[in-house]
């Protein structure tokens, strides 16, 4: 979900015999740390990465890497303006919502599937 997380992850603790340890606890630290009530993980197994408090804010290196990483779409630029503008405004944010309105282009049925799992 997060190529570019992963990869630096990999190069701060791949020589490392505990690499999948130190990897998945860095990267819970960084994006699910907070307690409060949404899903860090949902059903469908999506990470859903959260703003964190952490001393390190804004002076980190790895932040928005590691730390609030992009989730890699395989969209264009357009394309994903497209589906944020369609899919994520404030009220219309829906699973149904979204269905209905791929189904009317074909295009945009990509865009779905690459957002909605």
Not at 29 to 54: A, Q, R
Not at 68 to 77: D, I, M, N, Q, S
Request: charged share 30%; with cysteine.
């Amino acid at each position: 979900q997060f190529p570019r997380c992963y990869k630096r992850l990999k190069e701060v603790y791949g020589q490392s015999r505990e690499f999948r340890y130190l990897a998945a606890r860095r990267f819970i630290k960084c994006n699910c740390g907070e307690f409060d009530n949404v899903l860090d993980v949902d059903d469908n197994g999506l990470i859903h990465p959260e703003l964190v408090t952490c001393p390190m804010r804004g002076e980190c290196l790895d932040e928005g890497i590691i730390c609030l990483p992009e989730r890699e779409t395989g969209l264009t630029a357009r394309e994903k303006e497209i589906a944020q503008y369609h899919f994520f405004r404030p009220g219309q944010i829906g699973y149904h919502n979204v269905i209905n309105f791929c189904q009317k282009r074909n295009r945009l049925v990509w865009i779905c599937q690459k957002f909605t799992g």
